[in-house]
């Protein structure tokens, strides 16, 4: 997954040559490849390569860590030795939300340090800052050359981000007011264009050059990112079409749908764009903010638990996060048979104790890195960054 990207849920390619499972598992030929290792007697699988990123857009909150953070974890534990995983800090796509350099530096250090936190072994992944291999932006410009203008002005996060785009007023205030975009608006409608930049509209250029400079096979998403590796197929293919087979078309790597909701407005998915600091949760949140968070957590005065993510949303989302967090596995269902004569008090403390305590060394972990130092970080970038261009470097030169 490349986390911090989004488009429609409804926007799901079919495709004969990838095939959506339910689990994060290679797929080749529409056959599942297990992730364990096999025997030595045992026909080996076909190397695979499987590539994510995710954007330094600050320390990521709940929704982050469960939708693909312990998904590439699972991944690198799992995976057999022939299995290549690279995870990168895709600091040039972070650029499109004009950070200050200072605050960018300090989101890349945040970003890697949690990725180190949450257990991801820089001796068994290569991770690496996307800047740092000028390989990435290279291969960008060779694919926009074959890349459809009017295939890019249908990818649906350039009319929604289009559509988002806030006009400010006034230093302190942003108002909500959206363009008019029609569905059918091309790239350089006056409309369209007004106040967008270039590198909205081409970063899924960016996006496939990232995947495809390394051979990507496997690609670990959501379904709200699948359009994007379908697109990456496209270039590949276009690609292929002119020069010869030279690059691998990736294939879904499809994680389990767990959509975290915004604790104010539990109608929306948790963001870190939200404007109130107390819609997330953060991975390095102390108890205290986490009580706090909690306790303040949009929820209804309805008396008891009941699971109805339709008529009790916040509810909903309390149980759904205290159910991925459970160490029992229990559903939903289960948690308001056994937290059912709990008052939404007892019960809020209860998510706050358990989201705590499943965090807690990931918490301390972190902390420790920051406070070790800059060294380990910028060798852990140093050294991945080497792996990644000799990795990438292979690509290009053919």
């Known amino acids: 997954m490349f986390t911090g990207f989004k488009h429609s849920r409804n926007q799901i390619f079919k495709s004969p040559k990838a095939t959506l499972i339910p689990s994060c598992l290679p797929v080749t030929n529409g056959k599942r490849l297990s992730l364990q290792a096999r025997s030595s007697s045992a026909s080996q699988p076909p190397s695979q390569i499987i590539f994510s990123g995710i954007q330094p857009t600050g320390v990521p909150h709940l929704g982050n860590y469960l939708g693909a953070l312990q998904q590439w974890v699972r991944l690198q534990d799992n995976a057999p030795l022939t299995t290549k995983l690279i995870f990168s800090i895709v600091d040039l796509h972070a650029i499109t939300a004009q950070p200050s350099g200072e605050q960018l530096r300090k989101w890349k250090r945040e970003t890697l340090a949690i990725l180190l936190a949450v257990g991801l072994d820089p001796e068994r992944s290569i991770i690496f800052y996307q800047s740092d291999v000028p390989a990435h932006s290279e291969l960008m410009w060779i694919l926009s050359c074959t890349s459809s203008m009017g295939y890019l002005s249908r990818m649906t996060q350039w009319k929604v981000r289009i559509r988002s785009c806030k006009v400010a007023t006034t ?35 960016l996006q496939a050059a990232d995947i495809l400079v390394h051979g990507a096979t496997c690609v670990p998403v959501g379904e709200d990112q699948v359009q994007h590796l379908e697109f990456a197929r496209e270039c590949a293919n276009n690609f292929n079409s002119m020069h010869g087979a030279v690059l691998t078309e990736p294939h879904v790597l499809l994680s389990p749908a767990k959509r975290i909701m915004s604790l104010k407005q539990p109608a929306q998915k948790m963001s870190k764009s939200h404007e109130d600091p107390r819609s997330r949760i953060l991975l390095t949140d102390s108890h205290e903010d986490l009580q706090h968070k909690i306790r303040l957590a949009l929820t209804d005065s309805i008396s008891g638990l009941s699971y109805d993510p339709l008529a009790r949303p916040g509810v909903a989302n ?33 998510v706050a104790r358990r989201i705590s305590e499943s965090f807690a060394d990931i918490r301390d972990k972190y902390e420790r890195i920051m406070t070790g130092g800059s060294d380990t970080l910028e060798a852990t970038a140093s050294e991945g960054a080497k792996r990644a261009a000799m990795n990438a470097h292979k690509k290009l030169k053919l």
Do not use: N, W
Not at 175 to 183: N, T
């Open 318 to 350: 309390l149980l759904s996060i205290l159910s991925h967090l459970d160490t029992h596995g229990r559903s939903c269902e289960e948690l308001v048979r056994s937290y059912g004569t709990m008052s939404m008090r007892e019960f809020k403390e209860e």
């Open 171 to 205: 230093p302190a205030h942003h108002s909500q007011s959206k363009l008019a975009l029609p569905d059918g608006a091309l790239p350089f409608d006056r409309t369209a264009t007004a106040r967008s930049k270039l590198g909205l509209f081409s970063y899924p250029v």
